[in-house]
């Protein structure tokens, strides 16, 4: 299973592989918004995971929309400290708040990627 990282915060970023690998997940990740959408337009992720403040002019909101856009089903977790702009989660997504341990999102990404599996596409 495949998870998309999109962390600006090299600390953060790093804390959250190394979790997410050792969960027996493969994790792809960026530090902006339009990296995560370079990659999105040539594969497809198990699950999303997007900070929303990012550098750039794409947020996490919008990672979210546009890789929603070549799969309406993607998961989405949100993972944000601050946002300057209104909230604008994608239907069925998950937020968390940050400072979190990276077993949260983990923990977080087996609960989709089980709903996923579950759901009857």
């Avoid at 995971?49 to 309406?72: F, M, N, S």
């Avoid at 989405?76 to 708040?97: E, Q, R």
């Amino acid at each position: 299973m495949s998870v998309l990282l999109v962390e600006d915060d090299p600390l953060i970023r790093e804390f959250v592989v190394e979790a997410l690998r050792e969960a027996g997940y493969h994790v792809i990740h960026a530090s902006t918004g339009e990296e995560a959408l370079a990659w999105c337009k040539r594969h497809v992720a198990d699950v999303l995971v997007t900070d929303i403040r990012l550098p750039g002019k794409v947020d996490g909101w919008q990672v979210a929309e546009r890789c929603r856009e070549h799969d309406p089903d993607l998961p989405v977790i949100y993972a944000t400290g601050f946002s300057p702009t209104s909230p604008n989660p994608v239907p069925g997504s998950l937020t968390l708040k940050k400072p979190f341990h990276p077993d949260e999102i983990v923990r977080m990404v087996k609960e989709l990627d089980g709903k996923r599996r579950l759901s009857p596409n």
